[in-house]
């Protein structure tokens, strides 16, 4: 058995959302948020010299409501075997290239640039905001895991190692705010989500992503008493439509629509002294394409760098990320929020019409259509921890996230300060 559990107390501010009628969704500016799990592992080693094991990861908490409506209680569950020959894993897992990842270092545990479960920030920005998806990673397929797939790592030669995956079917988490109202984001797709399940009997046409791959590699070595690591990796997954009706995966009114999800991402981490730097950069079109009347896409483009430095039972960092969309599709404005529910009016939540002849989509007027301009988010990260024994950790840090756009919908800032441990078994 193993496992982890992080805890933290939370401090800040959340800037509200405010509607064209004056009402608003204020957010509470304390809270306590948890994360865990605890990992049932077995593992024999044939004659041959291959090991071949188990692992099942069942949540030390309750998680959001999945994909299907039901809380979520395994989080992977894999079979995985090794030897001379290298590393194959089969079941419920994150892509081979996205545990791979070498970029910007942290000292903020459960944050940082590479995977965290929680938020602090605005829920209509969370939603709505297209460049916000990204923030939660800045490694390959983030929105991509624990979907059944089979995964091969190769042995490690001269300090290179290639990584490749493959998900025969994949349900994303695109929602309404990419521009859609219908599609892979749980409304019409009927398997492939992510989680520990049996996806058989799958329809082919049925809104989702299928046939997702990834490759990618990395490179360790040290020269003297510089360590370098190097990382790359490339995602594709096509967009398999349902039949009918065809406004599942194109909007004819915004010109929104679905397409083949692409992604790629570069990063690297260079050690001396105590000290490691490290940065990435990346592409990912969000399963998107181009809009059919504006022909700009809705591709996100990411940057991220920072610098950690260790010392006996220390580590401190301070990171910073930016994520940019280029918002092809438009936003839409908040033209009310209803009391009790915060349930959000939209201003093209009738829009109907010709684009160009009588759409309301398009006309211009702020309180009717669809606004254009980046849709940005950026984040500032501080951490630090300190050992107080063998698997357990003191952490503290600092977050700022600005998030602007063009509407009221996608704009919002929030701060941040925390302190919390981190227990390792």
């Not at 982890?4 to 509470?28: E, L, R």
């Not at 090991?51 to 079979?79: C, H, K, M, R, Y």
């Not at 521009?179 to 046409?205: D, E, F, I, K, W």
């Amino acid at each position: 058995m193993g496992g982890y559990y992080t805890f933290y107390a939370m401090a800040g501010g959340v800037d509200s959302t405010y509607a064209f009628n004056g009402s608003v969704t204020a957010y509470k500016g304390f809270a306590f948020i948890q994360e865990g799990e605890i990992h049932f592992l077995g593992q024999t080693k044939l004659d041959n010299g291959t090991s071949v094991g188990l692992t099942v990861e069942l949540e030390a908490w309750n998680p959001s409501t999945g994909a299907t409506g039901a809380a979520l209680q395994i989080d992977e569950a894999f079979l995985y075997a090794f030897g001379d020959w290298g590393r194959v894993e089969l079941g419920a897992r994150d892509a081979a290239t996205y545990r791979m990842y070498y970029g910007t270092p942290s000292a903020l545990i459960g944050w940082g640039a590479i995977q965290h479960n929680h938020n602090w920030a605005n829920s209509s920005v969370i939603a709505n905001n297209k460049a916000y998806a990204r923030t939660m990673a800045t490694t390959i397929t983030p929105t991509w895991q624990d979907v059944n797939r089979i995964n091969y790592f190769t042995p490690r030669f001269q300090g290179l190692q290639i990584g490749v995956g493959y998900a025969p079917k994949m349900n994303g988490g695109i929602g309404a705010g990419q521009g859609m109202a219908t599609g892979p984001a749980g409304q019409a797709g009927v398997c492939g989500y992510q989680q520990a399940a049996n996806p058989n009997n799958c329809p082919t046409a049925d809104y989702s992503y299928q046939d997702a791959i990834d490759i990618g590699a990395n490179y360790l070595n040290k020269f003297g008493d510089l360590t370098v690591a190097l990382y790359g990796a490339f995602a594709y997954a096509s967009f398999v439509p349902g039949y009918m009706p065809f406004g599942a995966s194109a909007n004819m009114v915004t010109g929104a629509n679905y397409a083949a999800w692409k992604q790629w991402v570069f990063g690297a981490q260079f050690g001396y002294a105590g000290f490691t730097v490290g940065g990435a950069i990346g592409w990912d079109n969000n399963g998107l394409g181009s809009n059919y009347f504006t022909g700009i896409d809705n591709d996100t483009r990411f940057y991220t760098a920072g610098i950690m430095y260790e010392t006996g039972p220390w580590q401190m960092s301070f990171m910073w990320a930016g994520f940019y969309n280029t918002n092809g599709n438009g936003s839409a404005s908040v033209t009310a929020i209803a009391p009790g529910t915060n349930a959000q009016t939209l201003n093209i939540a009738g829009a109907g019409g010709i684009p160009g002849v009588n759409s309301t989509a398009f006309n211009g007027n702020p309180a009717t259509s669809l606004l254009f301009g980046s849709e940005t988010v950026n984040k500032w990260e501080i951490g630090v921890n300190y050992a107080l024994g063998p698997g357990i950790k003191l952490v503290g840090g600092a977050q700022l996230y600005t998030a602007s756009g063009p509407t009221n919908l996608v704009s919002g800032n929030s701060w941040v300060i925390q302190l919390g441990m981190d227990l390792r078994f």
